[in-house]
């Protein structure tokens, strides 16, 4: 049954980021054409962005060393998105030369997770960044950045939200056209996602250049989402299935499943484009290859 909620926008775009953020975790490396057929499938359901894969180097995600490999794997379609992330210019090279013309860079909001992430400074991956930045726009390329550790981190403990403010407006600023914000260990609560949002917005940065990505670590990934639709966002990160964690930060458990996102969406009145049955579908296709069962609680529910 569709009952909608004042205050809420009438379509959602998610960004799906089950092929990169949700497989980057496995440790079993998941075979390119199994890759390649997942990305289709999910354009199949109806998903029109799909995070492909990530241009890091190999010993750091092992995981996504078949980049090139799988980007010839996968037939493109028109109507389809293909961001990737790039961490250097290095990976911007890859990019280009892949004929990628979206791409996402991933900062973030504390020392400690920059160090074990990037290997920097918060200052030294801004610097990193900008000659990235400068060069893919100047290739006429798209550029999301993300901020990682926006509502807490597991080694520093809550992240203030002007901390957060500084990097994401800084990040901005070196030409991004959307900011994607990370809550990576699932701490935040709703009253923190509303309040970061508004931060945001009266240092310029409008919930219109904003996205969500929330891991469901505490089961607040879906009142977050709502909260942050509430607030004016209308872009929200998801993984098929909920895979997905983060190979620097332990405690993050998987991101909000797309099926829940898309349950709760449908129910809204809220229109993604997305079929749920075909999704959740191929959801259990892929937890059939990973050898479990999804953790998602849709895809359960759909399978019974």
Same mark, same amino acid.
Not at 38 to 47: H, K, S, Y
Not at 221 to 237: P, S, Y
Not at 273 to 291: I, K, Q
């Given at each position: 049954?569709?009952?909608?909620?004042?205050?809420?926008?009438?379509?959602?775009?998610?960004?799906?980021?089950?092929?990169?953020?949700?497989?980057?975790?496995?440790?079993?490396?998941?075979?390119?054409?199994?890759?390649?057929?997942?990305?289709?499938?999910?354009?199949?359901?109806?998903?029109?962005?799909?995070?492909?894969?990530?241009?890091?180097?190999?010993?750091?995600?092992?995981?996504?060393?078949?980049?090139?490999?799988?980007?010839?794997?996968?037939?493109?379609?028109?109507?389809?998105?293909?961001?990737?992330?790039?961490?250097?210019?290095?990976?911007?090279?890859?990019?280009?030369?892949?004929?990628?013309?979206?791409?996402?860079?991933?900062?973030?909001?504390?020392?400690?997770?920059?160090?074990?992430?990037?290997?920097?400074?918060?200052?030294?991956?801004?610097?990193?960044?900008?000659?990235?930045?400068?060069?893919?726009?100047?290739?006429?390329?798209?550029?999301?950045?993300?901020?990682?550790?926006?509502?807490?981190?597991?080694?520093?403990?809550?992240?203030?939200?002007?901390?957060?403010?500084?990097?994401?407006?800084?990040?901005?600023?070196?030409?991004?056209?959307?900011?994607?914000?990370?809550?990576?260990?699932?701490?935040? /609560?709703?009253?923190? !996602?509303?309040? $970061?949002?508004?931060?945001?917005?009266?240092? %310029? =940065?409008?919930?219109? #250049? +904003? *996205?969500?990505?929330?891991?469901?670590?505490?089961?607040?990934?879906?009142?977050?989402?709502?909260?942050?639709?509430?607030?004016?966002?209308?872009?929200?990160?998801?993984?098929?299935?909920?895979?997905?964690?983060?190979?620097?930060?332990?405690?993050?458990?998987?991101?909000?499943? /797309?099926?829940?996102? !898309?349950?709760? $969406?449908?129910?809204?009145?809220?229109?993604? %484009? =997305?079929?749920?049955? #075909? +999704? *959740?579908?191929?959801?259990?296709?892929?937890?059939?290859?990973?050898?479990?069962?999804?953790?998602?609680?849709?895809?359960?529910?759909?399978?019974?």
């Amino acid at each position: 049954m569709r009952v909608p909620l004042d205050g809420l926008p009438e379509r959602v775009t998610i960004y799906e980021v089950g092929p990169r953020d949700g497989l980057q975790n496995e440790k079993a490396i998941v075979p390119v054409a199994d890759k390649a057929e997942f990305v289709a499938r999910l354009a199949g359901a109806g998903l029109r962005t799909i995070e492909t894969t990530s241009f890091v180097h190999p010993r750091w995600v092992p995981q996504l060393a078949d980049a090139e490999e799988l980007l010839g794997a996968v037939t493109r379609d028109p109507a389809v998105r293909y961001p990737v992330l790039v961490p250097n210019e290095r990976g911007l090279d890859r990019a280009l030369a892949n004929g990628i013309t979206e791409i996402a860079i991933f900062g973030s909001a504390t020392e400690t997770f920059a160090r074990r992430n990037l290997n920097r400074t918060v200052e030294g991956s801004l610097a990193m960044f900008a000659p990235v930045v400068d060069r893919a726009r100047a290739e006429g390329l798209w550029v999301r950045g993300y901020v990682s550790m926006v509502c807490g981190d597991p080694w520093e403990g809550d992240v203030p939200i002007e901390q957060v403010v500084s990097v994401a407006t800084r990040m901005m600023d070196l030409g991004c056209s959307e900011l994607s914000l990370g809550d990576t260990i699932g701490v935040g /609560t709703p009253g923190q !996602v509303t309040a $970061l949002i508004e931060a945001l917005a009266a240092a %310029g =940065v409008g919930a219109d #250049r +904003l *996205a969500v990505h929330f891991h469901d670590t505490y089961g607040q990934a879906l009142a977050n989402t709502l909260a942050a639709l509430r607030a004016g966002v209308t872009v929200v990160d998801a993984s098929a299935g909920g895979l997905g964690g983060c190979p620097y930060a332990e405690s993050a458990t998987g991101n909000l499943p /797309t099926e829940d996102l !898309v349950w709760m $969406l449908d129910g809204l009145g809220v229109e993604t %484009g =997305v079929d749920l049955r #075909r +999704l *959740a579908e191929t959801s259990r296709w892929m937890a059939a290859r990973l050898g479990r069962p999804s953790p998602s609680r849709v895809v359960q529910a759909l399978a019974e």
